[in-house]
């Protein structure tokens, strides 16, 4: 059983920059390729990012992409998701979830197994 526990989410202003941070009970993280979704109020879930097993490879929804950026420490059990000139359209939870490394990277919430209970990030403008 994988437990994902997200942190670093609050309230900042547009144009303000957030760091959130996924640790994960389990063995050996790099078994696992990991993303990253949110969830605005009414709204679906949707993709934010996704990244490899070792960090090789990332993928970026095209509304965050210049701004957000995943990384992971497999050492550590941590994924992280750099959010940078937050507009107030990135108000949302954000989840952690994760799934057995497989050659891509899903974008499609179904694909993953394992779910963290998200974290609320609110932007100002």
């Known amino acids: 059983q994988v437990q994902l526990v997200e942190s670093g989410g609050g309230l900042v202003q547009a144009g303000g920059s957030l760091r959130l941070s996924c640790l994960a009970s389990v063995r050996t993280l790099s078994s696992y390729t990991l993303g990253w979704f949110r969830q605005a109020p009414g709204k679906e879930r949707e993709f934010v990012a996704g990244?490899?097993?070792?960090?090789?490879?990332?993928v970026n929804a095209d509304s965050v992409k210049g701004r957000f950026t995943i990384s992971r420490e497999n050492a550590k059990n941590t994924v992280y998701l750099q959010m940078n000139s937050l507009k107030p359209e990135d108000t949302a939870i954000y989840y952690c979830a994760a799934i057995l490394r497989g050659t891509v990277i899903p974008e499609a919430s179904s694909a993953y197994r394992y779910w963290g209970q998200g974290t609320q990030v609110t932007v100002s403008s």
């Open positions: 990244i490899s097993w070792n960090g090789g490879s990332t």
